[in-house]
């Protein structure tokens, strides 16, 4: 008996640890459990947001791109994940729900955008530059087109002082003063022996362009031609400034108050109203006073400074008689001009050239003179206005002379223009155009200092029977010093008087 509940103690003993071994068993095996899954659970969040900040990059990349490429490849990843989580979890139906509502999400995406990955930053870029020039404004353009830059800053010389010989020396100083502002200079038309916007001719009848690119090679230059289709093509309409220097008795500056009817006259008397300008009650008049009695670099200083101005065009006028810059240089005249007056000196030479500038001599003492009016009655200098009887007897005893007088009618010099191909651009109308420049101071002027000029001796009246200095002689007087010093064997003297 005693054995018997000595065997029955026995089992209990091996039951009891039996199951405190299982308990102990299980235990183990559920914390096994539990933290196999943690760890998984932490492997799955993070392939997870690992997908989520590939979705973010390719947004940033193009907000508004949703690509195919995203299909196969975040698949592959979720897919990979997935199958590591149904072997540490067993949990398909999880995992297939989470890879679903990926690609419900990435089809929305689709919806809307199908570029390729490798197109998303260079399309747009070109998307973006696109952009910027459909909508760039039309004005910038015309710039380009025709100031080879987006900005167009204008100096427009409207109206040029004085007859050719001292307009010729103040249009070097406006294009000096737009070289200091940097400024393209318009190239004012010329005609009637001035240089300003009415005239009919362009810059290029007169002068040599192409001399003044080669004297100013950072200068741009503008015809008034092209810069009056700049403002006709402008859709808004450019700015304007207007600037007068003149001559007082101290260094001062003051703006001028118009009225608007002032104003519209003024814009019709200069012919600034065939440019499509912006004029309103906003346009700055300015007058630069000078002291003429200061020294050059002082006036040019002020002149400069106080013409600063961010308008797109700095309209100019002035009222000096004296150079800001070289008095001495003078613009070269067109070939054309040059070349007829080279065919006529060489028919004429050897001959003596005799300028008497007659308007301010005393009329009883007059001789002759080349102002006298060779055509009509009008004289061919603009400020030659008072023709007496004097005048007149003084041509009737050269005309009776045995001695043989020619001039630039006599001549012919009309031929010699006729026959220059240069000249054909000027149209149809330039015959009747050219007729009435003859009868006036320009051509004619021009004429007589470059055949003056290349005459064997150059002679001038005296005081008392004429003007005996200008700037007219002086001009002729320097060239010929030119050509002495270039050694021409036909120039014989500078200048006489007899």
């Known amino acids: 008996m005693n054995q018997l509940i000595n065997h029955a103690k026995y089992y209990r003993r091996r039951c009891k640890y039996s199951l405190n071994?299982?308990?102990?068993?299980?235990?183990?095996?559920?914390?096994?459990?539990?933290?196999?899954?943690?760890?998984?659970?932490?492997?799955?969040?993070?392939?997870?947001?690992?997908?989520?900040?590939?979705?973010?990059?390719?947004?940033?990349?193009n907000p508004e791109s949703k690509s195919n490429w995203l299909n196969e490849d975040l698949k592959i990843d979720l897919e990979e994940n997935d199958l590591e989580t149904d072997k540490n979890f067993n949990n398909d139906l999880k995992a297939n729900a989470i890879i679903n509502d990926l690609e419900d999400l990435q089809e929305t995406r689709d919806s809307q955008n199908d570029i390729l990955p490798d197109d998303i930053l260079p399309d747009a870029i070109v998307t973006d530059s696109e952009d910027d020039l459909k909508f760039e404004n039309p004005d910038l353009g015309i710039n380009r087109k025709y100031c080879g830059s987006n900005e167009c800053k204008f100096l427009f010389a409207y109206v040029v002082m004085e007859q050719e010989t001292r307009a010729n020396l103040h249009f070097l100083t406006f294009t000096q003063i737009a070289l200091e502002l940097n400024r393209i200079i318009v190239l004012t038309n010329v005609g009637d022996s001035r240089i300003r916007t009415c005239k009919p001719f362009s810059f290029d009848f007169y002068y040599n362009i192409e001399f003044l690119r080669k004297k100013f090679p950072h200068l741009k230059f503008i015809t008034q031609d092209d810069f009056q289709l700049w403002t006709k093509e402008r859709f808004q309409k450019p700015n304007t400034a207007h600037t007068?220097?003149?001559?007082?008795?101290?260094?001062?500056?003051?703006?001028?108050?118009?009225?608007?009817?002032?104003?519209?006259?003024?814009?019709?008397?200069?012919?600034?109203?065939?440019?499509?300008?912006?004029?309103?009650?906003?346009?700055?008049?300015?007058?630069?006073?000078?002291?003429?009695?200061?020294?050059?670099?002082?006036?040019?200083?002020?002149?400069?400074?106080?013409?600063?101005?961010?308008?797109?065009?700095?309209?100019?006028?002035?009222?000096?008689?004296?150079?800001?810059?070289?008095?001495?240089?003078?613009?070269?005249?067109?070939?054309?001009?040059?070349?007829?007056?080279?065919?006529?000196?060489?028919?004429?030479?050897?001959?003596?050239?005799?300028?008497?500038?007659?308007?301010?001599?005393?009329?009883?003492?007059?001789?002759?003179?080349?102002?006298?009016?060779?055509?009509?009655?009008?004289?061919?200098?603009?400020?030659?206005?008072?023709?007496?009887?004097f005048h007149y007897e003084a041509m009737r005893i050269i005309k009776t002379s045995p001695i043989l007088f020619k001039n630039w009618t006599s001549i012919n010099v009309v031929k010699y223009l006729k026959n220059v191909n240069a000249l054909k651009k000027f149209g149809e109308n330039f015959d009747h155009q050219l007729e009435k420049e003859l009868?006036?101071?320009?051509?004619?002027?021009?004429?007589?200092?470059?055949?003056?000029?290349?005459?064997?001796?150059?002679?001038g009246g005296p005081e008392g029977c004429c003007r005996a200095s200008s700037s007219f002689t002086r001009s002729i007087e320097n060239g010929r010093k030119i050509l002495i010093r270039e050694r021409s064997n036909k120039i014989k003297n500078i200048y006489a008087q007899w």
């Open 21 to 61: 071994f299982k308990k102990t068993f299980l235990l183990i095996l559920l914390g096994y459990l539990i933290l196999k899954t943690y760890i998984g659970v932490l492997s799955y969040e993070s392939s997870l947001k690992r997908s989520k900040i590939r979705l973010k990059t390719v947004s940033k990349l």
């Open 244 to 389: 007068v220097i003149s001559v007082g008795p101290s260094f001062t500056t003051e703006i001028l108050e118009f009225s608007e009817s002032y104003r519209d006259n003024y814009y019709e008397h200069y012919c600034l109203d065939r440019f499509d300008l912006k004029f309103n009650e906003e346009t700055i008049f300015k007058n630069i006073i000078i002291n003429k009695r200061a020294y050059l670099d002082d006036i040019r200083d002020f002149v400069i400074e106080n013409s600063q101005t961010d308008t797109e065009v700095l309209l100019y006028g002035h009222n000096l008689r004296f150079s800001l810059f070289d008095q001495s240089s003078q613009m070269e005249y067109a070939p054309h001009l040059l070349n007829a007056a080279k065919e006529v000196s060489e028919s004429l030479h050897p001959y003596i050239a005799i300028h008497w500038r007659m308007e301010t001599g005393n009329n009883e003492m007059m001789p002759g003179s080349t102002d006298y009016p060779l055509i009509g009655e009008k004289g061919q200098s603009s400020t030659f206005r008072n023709i007496t009887e």
């Open 439 to 459: 009868m006036g101071p320009g051509i004619q002027g021009i004429f007589d200092k470059l055949i003056l000029l290349n005459s064997d001796y150059f002679i």
